[in-house]
């Protein structure tokens, strides 16, 4: 584990006492080290003092609410993965934490399956990553440089700062370069979804990568949509010519 021991550590922030009791029984039960906590003043100080590997983040906590303690937490570990838990459906508040870096939503009451298998998966998804940046830090493209290490892209004078899924959809887009990759298999390998309501999630990360990284986000020529299918990353450009 990333903290160099044999279990990850997972920061449980509830407030809801008995909810809390039976997630802190059963990840205990499962291998985990469970730091918990109430309120989000204290989170933060239990992120700090003991790193954690994964954080499970309700929203509606006293003092500082999941949102922003989510941003200030990002903001320092931009990479660590959050799972956000609320009991309101509102699609705005998945929206907002999808836009600030959050890795995945559970509206309570959940099954406990359900949440420990996104935990699991959310783990697996993040040594993925962490290999294939070792593996390959940096990566140029249309002017570009993205480190995917810090989670910046610099080109063009400008400075981009990545969420970490935008990161995770543009690396797995260039891994699998000039083929096409399905929104169901980005739902999967991104996120562990498999709803097909959700693929609007990954057409709208993808508007946002070619705002970034295209001249013209309209007429994309390095993440391309590709008909009936989903999208193909391809390094290369139009010539003068053509």
Request: aromatic share 10%; no cysteine; proline share 4%.
């Amino acid at each position: 584990m990333a903290n160099g021991k044999d279990k990850a550590i997972i920061l449980l922030v509830e407030d809801e006492e008995s909810l809390a009791d039976g997630l802190e029984y059963n990840l205990s039960l499962n291998g985990y080290e469970v730091v918990r906590t109430a309120d989000g003043r204290e989170a933060l100080s239990r992120f700090r003092e003991n790193e954690p590997d994964l954080i499970i983040l309700d929203i509606m906590i006293p003092y500082i609410d999941g949102f922003e303690v989510a941003e200030i937490i990002l903001k320092e570990r931009p990479r660590l993965p959050i799972l956000m838990l609320t009991a309101r459906s509102d699609v705005k508040d998945r929206v907002r934490g999808l836009e600030i870096g959050v890795n995945d939503y559970m509206i309570k009451p959940f099954h406990l399956r359900e949440l420990l298998a996104r935990i699991k998966g959310m783990l697996q998804r993040r040594e993925w990553y962490s290999f294939k940046t070792a593996k390959e830090p940096l990566f140029s493209f249309g002017g570009f440089t993205i480190d995917f290490d810090s989670l910046t892209a610099t080109g063009n004078d400008r400075l981009i700062r990545l969420t970490y899924h935008e990161a995770m959809v543009l690396r797995y887009l260039i891994e699998n370069r000039d083929r096409a990759v399905d929104r169901k298999e980005l739902l999967e390998k991104v996120w562990h979804l498999d709803s097909d309501v959700e693929t609007r999630t990954v057409d709208t990360f993808i508007a946002r990568l070619r705002k970034y990284f295209e001249k013209d986000p309209s007429a994309p020529v390095f993440i391309k949509s590709i008909r009936s299918i989903g999208y193909m990353f391809t390094e290369s450009e139009p010539s003068a010519e053509s």
